[in-house]
């Protein structure tokens, strides 16, 4: 039995989607409705995770991981040759594994009000404030290299790129960047990339 990704098109499932086509591993794609919480099949998406949100990435065992940054790492670990992380212990996984939190928790979660019709416009007006001010330090962290972990590609550049997607979306306009926007470029330019928003219809 492959891996199976629960996703939602254009979420942040597109990160382990974009990981899994970089790896190579066999897997299967099953859509969740995040407004009904129907699976394609009519299934109860409740019963894979009670909570609710993608991603979901069931593995071969039955046994399922939940949230994005534990499942891009362990999707890495399974195929070490493609070189989408740090070998587990050393200090750049480390500094790997601070990316995915500072992403997670300092640009993933301050969409989320900028998506709910309910949040009040001086909210959403300092959210956006605070998200541009965050992804203006990514870019002077991002002088002088080609990828979050300098020349290599890893899946937080993925987990990056998936949640800056969405600032079209809240119209935050981050063109000035030219150091995120080359990043974003490059990860948009790779095959994997572009098959996996083939597959969730973003292209």
Not at 21 to 29: A, N
Not at 54 to 70: I, K, M, N, T, W
Not at 149 to 168: K, P, R, S
Request: with cysteine; hydrophobic share 40%.
């Amino acid at each position: 039995m492959s891996l199976k990704l629960y996703y939602s098109p254009g979420s942040c499932s597109l990160s382990p989607h974009i990981a899994l086509e970089e790896s190579g591993l066999p897997y299967t794609l099953v859509q969740a409705n995040l407004k009904t919480h129907k699976l394609e099949d009519g299934a109860d998406f409740y019963a894979v995770n009670p909570l609710g949100y993608v991603p979901v990435l069931q593995l071969a065992d039955g046994d399922r991981l939940r949230e994005g940054a534990a499942i891009v790492q362990y999707i890495a670990d399974q195929a070490p040759q493609k070189n989408l992380a740090p070998a587990n212990g050393t200090l750049a996984r480390y500094h790997m594994q601070e990316w995915l939190t500072f992403i997670g928790t300092e640009l993933h979660k301050n969409f989320g009000p900028l998506f709910n019709p309910a949040t009040p416009d001086d909210i959403k007006s300092a959210t956006k404030d605070r998200l541009l001010g965050r992804l203006k330090w990514i870019d002077g962290e991002l002088k002088g290299k080609n990828y979050l972990m300098g020349e290599q590609f890893t899946v937080a550049d993925a987990y990056l790129f998936n949640v800056t997607n969405w600032t079209a979306r809240i119209g935050l306009d981050i063109a000035a960047l030219a150091n995120l926007s080359a990043l974003r470029a490059r990860v948009a330019a790779r095959p994997a990339v572009q098959k996996a928003m083939q597959a969730e219809g973003l292209l």
